[in-house]
Each structure stands twice: as C-alpha cells, then as structure tokens.
C-alpha cells in the first residue's frame, strides 16, 4: 500500500529497546558504518574507520564545531514548598546580560518571582513564562551566568540515555570548539570521528572545514501533529565562516562533493542556499524543516546516526536518501543489529 509521506505515522518504524545505545564505541571509529546508495537502494555493513574508502580527492567534510553546555542544572526552591527540587535546562542567553531562556520543572508549580537556590550563596529566580513552555531565568546583576552554569551543571545527555558509563566529555566532539560551547546536544554524526582519521581523509585530499549551528529545544521535541506540515521547528541560530563558504563553492565548481556530517550541516547549508541562492558568509536564525520533496542545493553525501522514530531528523534523511531507501536501510539496520541514536552506530548515505 502507498503511504502517504505527510502522515508522521508514515516515518515510524519498530525498535527492540536494546539497539538502543546506552555507551559509544571505543575508540570513536570503531562504530558500525552502514553505507546507503541512493541510486539503487544497494547497502554495505562496513566500520566507521572505512569512511575513506568512499570519499575522494576533490570531495569536501563540512564538520559542526558546536560545543555542548552543561546546561542541566539542580536547585532547591527557597519559598513555599521550602526545599522542593527544581530542574532547571538551560537553553540560551535572554534579552538581558543576567538573564536566560529555560526549561524549568516543575514549571507549573513555580509562579514568577520563586526563588532558586543552587547552594548556600547562589540563587537565581524564575521570571516570565515564554512561549511553548520556557521560562526567563534572572541571575544576580554582579554574576556571570556561564561561570554558574559551569560549576552547578550536569551535561544533558538525551532521554533515552538512562545507564551510560560514558564520561561527559564522549558526548563532545573532538572538533568542538569551546567559545562555540552554545548548544544543549551534541551534533552526534560527527561522534565518529578521531583526529587520526581526519588527518588521514586530509592527506587523501578530502579536507575539512567547519559551520556552527547551535542545537537547541527542536532536538527532544517530538512531532506530534498529524500532518507533518503542520509542525513548528524551533528556531536556531546557524552561522557560516568565508572560508567555508569559499571552501563549498570551490568544491561545487570543481565537481568535487560536498559531505555533510550531520542534520546540523545539512539544514545550515541548505538555508542559507534557500535564502541567498547559494552558499554565503554570514548568520541567521533557522526553523528550516526538511521532508520528502525538499530541493537539495548544496549537500551531495550525508554522514548521520540512525534516528528517532517519526523524528525531524528520520524525515530530512528521508528526503536526501529516498523514503522507501531510507526505511528499507532501517529496517535492515534493525535486522542486522545496529546500535542506534546518539551514542549508535552510524550511516553514510551517497
């Protein structure tokens, strides 16, 4: 039977609960590799470290060097049910130097003005409720939010993640940058990779270069809607270096690939080639969502983990690979005993 590709139901798929990855690789490149043509549907089962087999000289990596905060933070509310827990997810910088965007539980329970301790001498209140569920998070005028954030916070790893033994630092790229530390996941395509291994595809002519796009709320928000059209991405900011953009277009015009390593890459690019008609320097805020049907202008490889059901993500691989590609690869992938989400195994799809 048809399915209908803008029904979410279409984009569901059945998952025992242990492929589901509690702990990554050791070393970063020993991860599985699927490799999915898109001209004829073929799959390989290769090892990650294999990813130079398929990339050539002339291709292009484009890499997101975001870093992870450690947003998840724990206080104690100071008034009212005097001592009750609150969790606190920080998200990004508000409209004022001391403030933040927040998640906050429970949210319900805490009006404006509540006060959270975080220890003895830190504090900081809960402010205005924001849209979808967030809250403004006011610290003291005199402190510096990111230094709190450091020292109270936990690194948020997703919730399907509940028995890792990994330490904090296996959920950061070895890329990421840390003045670019301004997202609440990591873009966990690029887990994969080792600097050995990036050196080795640079001294086979494919080199690197790099975007940031800042990872926020959209990641753990499921798609509830129906029809797929009627769901709301968070915006994210998104930003591209000249020399990458220098870099793709160089690619582009020598016939070279463009290999995006990760979602994050890919819906970076792809706006700013919708907004600019190509790929340019700059900055801007994305809510781009990408399904079946989409017009890929710039990416022509993807390197990816394997995805939440009826997810964003399952549905932008599904418009680059070819749905019933992409569902067959799953499937397959299920079979074959892959390991699967952010800490999984991993896919190429050419």
Same mark, same amino acid.
């Given at each position: 039977?048809?399915?209908?590709?803008?029904?979410?139901?279409?984009?569901?798929?059945?998952?025992?609960?242990?492929?589901?990855?509690?702990?990554?690789?050791?070393?970063?490149?020993?991860?599985?590799?699927?490799?999915?043509?898109?001209?004829?549907?073929?799959?390989?089962?290769?090892?990650?470290?294999?990813?130079?087999?398929?990339? !050539?000289?002339?291709?292009?990596?484009?890499?997101?060097?975001?870093?992870?905060?450690?947003?998840?933070?724990?206080?104690?509310?100071?008034?009212?049910?005097?001592?009750?827990?609150?969790?606190?997810?920080?998200?990004?910088?508000?409209?004022?130097?001391?403030?933040?965007?927040?998640?906050?539980?429970?949210?319900?329970?805490?009006?404006?003005?509540?006060?959270?301790?975080?220890?003895?001498?830190?504090?900081?209140?809960?402010?205005?409720?924001?849209? !979808?569920?967030?809250?403004?998070?006011?610290? !003291?005028?005199?402190?510096?939010?990111?230094?709190?954030?450091?020292?109270?916070?936990?690194?948020?790893?997703?919730?399907?993640?509940?028995?890792?033994?990994?330490?904090?630092?296996?959920?950061?790229?070895?890329?990421?940058?840390?003045?670019?530390?301004?997202?609440?996941?990591?873009? $966990?395509?690029?887990?994969?990779?080792?600097?050995?291994?990036?050196?080795?595809?640079?001294?086979?002519?494919?080199?690197?270069?790099?975007?940031?796009?800042?990872?926020?709320?959209?990641?753990?928000?499921?798609?509830?809607?129906?029809?797929?059209?009627?769901?709301?991405?968070?915006?994210?900011?998104?930003?591209?270096?000249?020399?990458?953009?220098?870099?793709?277009?160089?690619?582009?015009?020598?016939?070279?690939?463009?290999?995006?390593?990760?979602?994050?890459?890919?819906?970076?690019?792809?706006?700013?080639?919708?907004?600019?008609?190509?790929?340019?320097?700059?900055?801007?805020?994305?809510?781009?969502?990408?399904?079946?049907?989409?017009?890929?202008?710039?990416?022509?490889?993807?390197? $990816?983990?394997?995805?939440?059901?009826?997810?964003?993500?399952?549905?932008?691989?599904?418009?680059?690979?070819?749905?019933?590609?992409?569902?067959?690869?799953?499937?397959?992938?299920?079979?074959?005993?892959?390991?699967?989400?952010?800490?999984?195994?991993?896919?190429?799809?050419?």
């Amino acid at each position: 039977m048809e399915r209908d590709l803008t029904k979410t139901a279409a984009y569901d798929y059945e998952l025992p609960k242990e492929l589901i990855a509690q702990d990554p690789a050791e070393p970063r490149d020993s991860s599985r590799l699927m490799v999915v043509h898109r001209d004829c549907g073929a799959t390989e089962d290769r090892i990650f470290r294999d990813v130079t087999e398929y990339l !050539d000289d002339g291709d292009l990596l484009v890499l997101n060097d975001t870093r992870v905060l450690p947003a998840r933070v724990k206080g104690v509310k100071k008034s009212g049910e005097h001592g009750a827990h609150v969790e606190i997810f920080f998200l990004n910088p508000g409209g004022a130097p001391n403030e933040w965007t927040a998640l906050v539980r429970p949210g319900r329970k805490l009006p404006e003005g509540t006060k959270v301790a975080l220890d003895a001498e830190t504090e900081v209140v809960v402010g205005a409720r924001l849209e !979808d569920g967030l809250r403004t998070l006011i610290f !003291d005028e005199k402190a510096d939010p990111l230094a709190i954030i450091h020292k109270f916070g936990k690194t948020p790893l997703p919730h399907y993640i509940t028995e890792t033994h990994a330490e904090p630092e296996r959920y950061q790229t070895v890329y990421a940058k840390a003045e670019k530390e301004n997202s609440v996941a990591a873009p $966990t395509a690029g887990l994969h990779f080792t600097p050995e291994l990036l050196n080795k595809l640079e001294d086979k002519g494919v080199p690197h270069v790099f975007v940031t796009l800042r990872v926020g709320l959209g990641t753990f928000r499921p798609v509830k809607a129906e029809n797929i059209a009627d769901h709301i991405m968070h915006e994210e900011f998104c930003e591209i270096p000249r020399e990458t953009a220098d870099a793709i277009n160089a690619a582009k015009a020598r016939g070279g690939r463009v290999v995006a390593v990760g979602t994050t890459v890919v819906r970076t690019l792809e706006s700013f080639a919708m907004r600019y008609g190509k790929v340019v320097p700059g900055a801007l805020d994305t809510r781009l969502f990408i399904s079946p049907g989409f017009e890929f202008r710039v990416i022509d490889a993807l390197i $990816t983990n394997f995805h939440l059901p009826m997810s964003t993500l399952l549905m932008l691989v599904s418009a680059f690979g070819g749905y019933d590609t992409m569902m067959n690869a799953y499937n397959e992938a299920v079979r074959k005993r892959y390991r699967f989400f952010s800490f999984g195994d991993s896919m190429l799809i050419e």
